[in-house]
């Protein structure tokens, strides 16, 4: 016989199993997973923690903001020794719950209804601290309390940037948008105005409802990733950590107070609810996602896919792409005569064709080219925006043909489906699949376009193996981004020793996890053969 107390030592360590993903051995109870999974727990919670505190000195704050002023500020933003202390925390606050994360997954071992409750503890530590951290790695925000101003004033965002404003560089945007009218849609627009009127135009408090926004957007994510989930066959619990206590989605949706939260988390629960055949609410729901930031009209065609049926043939298809594409366009056209800006958004949707990010494969083979080409003589600007465009050209293919080729029955369609869930699963997987084409092939990729797609594919399953590690390897990538990106230095203090400081940490310790960690080493390696427990009886 094999004593509980041996069981639960032996689940507990990093032997449990190298990928932690369902074995056999794992802990079935919920106290015994609580116990097991507490470590982890708390050592991202001090991840958080650590964030916060980095947030300090090297976190976003606007030049108007009396904080700037006060004596804890002054100390961690005005000397280099403040600003470096803080990188360090920063740092190893987030490196620390990228670490939480992979460790709860080897602790808990298996997935079962008891761990959720134990995942969800998890998911409430790691984000509520970053609820009162400075915005990191993104100046979304005050770009946000900036548009939410020009719609006090009665200026069309759509067509003025936050440049129209008196002293717009006070409000603290990054000033490669204070030219650039808003992409985002009428629902934001709304929410941006009600923040800047309810904070009296003081910044810090402005703040409050784009973090709350985006802390209700994670709440979603914690709600219907896991019933999307389950509606495929995918396991959970497991889709509950894969993709909402991933630690790119915690800092970029909550720590630098993304919209992309909101408008995630509103997409999703729309196609659970299409999913369930409730059709209207879920159009209802994706195009308030829509009326966030209008990227999510992607996914409307799927929805249509959806409330068709894996039986309908051309007719019917038709039919309710048509009908879900009316519901949708009435909704926004509404709220575009409510506040006077019809579909202006349609006109910003395009990224100013001189941003891009050189791990962009679409925006490095463009500007590289544009570059060549000019060091000749050529038209370097041209080349460059003519590759852009293909690329813009070449994703927009993608989507049509992923949602008119989805199995049904009608002429020149693949053969349908009879399993409506395997119909809904391979639906879902296709609008996966458009969302990537278009990150993929865009010039510039965001560390939270990766959470999109994670979780479109997360509720359709991610296989354990290949398809697993490279979560991992991404995940691990765009921590480091966010990291050694956007940090905020005064001009006085090195930004390049700030940012050696971030890197070399970062990398160190990124490596460390995938080459040094004895616990977290075996999860970015290809399992050879099959780990077993070997469970002595106790003498």
């Known amino acids: 016989m094999v004593t509980s107390k041996f069981r639960e030592r032996e689940v507990g360590s990093s032997l449990a199993h190298p990928e932690a993903l369902g074995d056999s051995n794992a802990p079935v109870h919920g106290t015994v997973i609580e116990k097991v999974a507490r470590k982890a727990i708390l050592q991202g919670f001090v991840g958080s923690l650590l964030m916060v505190a980095?947030?300090?000195?090297?976190?976003?704050?606007?030049s108007s903001s009396a904080l700037i002023r006060t004596p804890v500020f002054i100390m961690a933003r005005t000397s280099p020794v403040g600003v470096i202390l803080c990188t360090v925390m920063l740092c190893l606050g987030a490196l620390l719950l990228l670490r939480s994360w992979l460790r709860i997954a080897q602790r808990i071992g298996g997935w079962n209804?008891?761990?959720?409750?134990?995942?969800?503890?998890?998911?409430?530590?790691?984000?509520?601290?970053m609820m009162f951290s400075l915005p990191l790695f993104s100046r979304d925000a005050y770009a946000y309390i900036g548009q939410g101003r020009l719609m006090e004033q009665g200026l069309n965002p759509y067509t003025n940037g936050i440049s129209a404003l008196s002293n717009y560089f006070s409000l603290g945007p990054d000033k490669l948008w204070t030219e650039a009218p808003t992409p985002y849609g009428p629902l934001w627009l709304w929410i941006e105005q009600g923040a800047v009127w309810v904070s009296a135009s003081v910044p810090e408090l402005a703040l409050i409802p784009f973090r709350l926004a985006a802390l209700a957007g994670v709440m979603l994510l914690a709600v219907y990733?896991?019933?999307?989930a389950a509606l495929h066959g995918v396991n959970p619990e497991r889709a509950l950590w894969l993709g909402v206590l991933n630690p790119v989605l915690l800092i970029n949706f909550i720590a630098s107070a993304h919209n992309d939260s909101l408008m995630l988390g509103l997409v999703v629960a729309g196609l659970y609810f299409a999913s369930v055949k409730r059709p209207v609410l879920g159009i209802v729901l994706i195009t308030a996602s829509i009326a966030i930031k209008p990227i999510t009209l992607i996914a409307l065609p799927f929805?249509?896919?959806?409330?068709?049926?894996?039986?309908?043939?051309?007719?019917?298809?038709?039919?309710?792409?048509?009908?879900?594409?009316?519901?949708s366009l009435g909704l926004l056209a509404a709220a575009g005569l409510v506040n006077g800006l019809g579909f202006g958004w349609l006109g910003a949707l395009q990224t100013p064709g001189a941003v891009w990010i050189w791990y962009a494969p679409v925006g490095l083979l463009a500007h590289t080219a544009g570059l060549v080409v000019g060091l000749f003589g050529g038209p370097g600007v041209p080349v460059t925006d003519v590759i852009q465009t293909i690329g813009t050209a070449?994703?927009?293919?993608?989507?049509?043909?992923?949602?008119?080729?989805?199995?049904?029955?009608?002429?020149?369609?693949?053969?349908?489906?009879?399993?409506?869930?395997?119909?809904?699963?391979?639906?879902?997987?296709?609008?996966?699949?458009?969302?990537?084409?278009?990150?993929?092939?865009?010039?510039?990729?965001?560390?939270?376009?990766?959470?999109?797609?994670?979780?479109?594919?997360?509720?359709?399953?991610?296989?354990?193996?290949?398809?697993?590690?490279t979560v991992f390897y991404l995940t691990a990538f765009f921590t480091l981004i966010a990291l050694t990106?956007?940090?905020?230095?005064?001009?006085?203090?090195?930004?390049?020793?700030?940012?050696?400081?971030?890197?070399?940490?970062?990398?160190?310790?990124?490596?460390?996890?995938?080459?040094?960690?004895?616990?977290?080493?075996?999860?970015?390696r290809p399992r050879r053969g099959t780990l077993k427990l070997k469970l002595k009886p106790k003498s």
């Not at 896919?305 to 007719?315: D, E, M, T, V």
């Open 225 to 228: 990733v896991p019933r999307l």
């Open 303 to 327: 929805a249509g896919l959806l409330w068709a049926g894996a039986r309908a043939g051309w007719g019917r298809r038709m039919l309710c792409w048509s009908a879900t594409l009316g519901l």
């Open 394 to 469: 070449v994703s927009a293919l993608a989507i049509v043909w992923l949602a008119v080729r989805t199995p049904g029955r009608g002429l020149g369609l693949p053969a349908p489906l009879e399993n409506e869930t395997e119909f809904n699963k391979t639906v879902l997987r296709r609008m996966a699949w458009a969302f990537a084409a278009v990150v993929v092939l865009a010039p510039v990729i965001q560390p939270w376009y990766m959470v999109w797609l994670l979780v479109f594919f997360t509720v359709t399953g991610i296989a354990d193996g290949a398809q697993l590690r």
């Open 54 to 62: 980095g947030s300090v000195g090297v976190g976003w704050l606007a």
């Open 113 to 129: 209804p008891s761990s959720r409750p134990v995942l969800r503890r998890a998911l409430w530590m790691w984000a509520v601290p």
């Open 485 to 524: 990106d956007q940090l905020s230095v005064f001009p006085w203090i090195p930004i390049e020793v700030v940012r050696g400081v971030a890197i070399a940490i970062a990398v160190s310790f990124i490596a460390y996890l995938v080459f040094f960690d004895k616990k977290t080493h075996v999860l970015f």
